[in-house]
T-cell receptor
Framework: AQRVTQPEKLLSVFKGAPVELKCNYSYSGSPELFWYVQYSRQRLQLLLRHISRESIKGFTADLNKGETSFHLKKPFAQEEDSAMYYCALLTGGGNKLTFGTGTQLKVEL | NAGVMQNPRHLVRRRGQEARLRCSPMKGHSHVYWYRQLPEEGLKFMVYLQKENIIDESGMPKERFSAEFPKEGPSILRIQQVVRGDSAAYFC??????????????FGQGTRLTVV
């Protein structure tokens, strides 16, 4: 069965420090992975998808099939990056997203 | 476009009552997804619907839970005879076509159900 694991419930970093939010997945098919973000009192929104190989708000994520990982990275954290981050895997023939439990990122001054 | 609208935002029900959660998708979106988030857990897929059709209900509990997306009006997630374990945040998402690698699903702000 498919599974997404985000081992850290809370990650606290100082402003300007590098950030890495971990995500590992388990899936027998070809994985399609996403990162979603939820800022305080806002709705969940798509941050980036691996297929686009894009950088959004300075964040990047590389799919590593050997390690079954899709870690989210940013070289220099900003205060406005503080939010809840969810890693998600598209399964079910493209119909459903399987989410991890999320990591709360707190950027301190 | 107001985005995906869910109401109510908060719902309190006594054990044994019915809970009805509504989701109005974004304009032009005909695909709706429901997710449930229990405390300390990730979002769990429940059901995927298109207008008047249930496409995938593999995440729905076998009893007491039902969902519909009529031709007119919002999608409804109905929970009959609620129990304390149903207390959770229920999120709805919509997309213009089936969510895939190139199709973004947009989420509502959720309905927080509390069963007392």
């Amino acid at each position: 069965a498919q599974r997404v694991t985000q081992p850290e419930k809370l990650l606290s970093v100082f402003k300007g420090a590098p950030v890495e939010l971990k995500c590992n997945y388990s899936y027998s098919g070809s994985p399609e992975l996403f990162w979603y973000v939820q800022y305080s009192r806002q709705r969940l929104q798509l941050l980036l998808r691996h297929i686009s190989r894009e950088s959004i708000k300075g964040f990047t994520a590389d799919l590593n099939k050997g390690e079954t990982s899709f870690h989210l990275k940013k070289p220099f954290a900003q205060e406005e990056d503080s939010a809840m981050y969810y890693c998600a895997l598209l399964t079910g023939g493209g119909n459903k997203l399987t989410f991890g439990t999320g990591t709360q990122l707190k950027v301190e001054l | 476009n107001a985005g995906v609208m869910q109401n109510p935002r908060h719902l309190v029900r006594r054990r044994g009552q019915e809970a009805r959660l509504r989701c109005s998708p974004m304009k032009g979106h005909s695909h709706v997804y429901w997710y449930r988030q229990l405390p300390e857990e990730g979002l769990k897929f429940m059901v995927y619907l298109q207008k008047e059709n249930i496409i995938d209900e593999s995440g729905m509990p076998k009893e007491r839970f039902s969902a519909e997306f009529p031709k007119e009006g919002p999608s409804i997630l109905r929970i009959q005879q609620v129990v304390r374990g149903d207390s959770a945040a229920y999120f709805c998402a919509s997309s213009p076509q089936g969510a895939g690698v190139n199709t973004e699903a947009f989420f509502g702000q959720g309905t927080r159900l509390t069963v007392v």
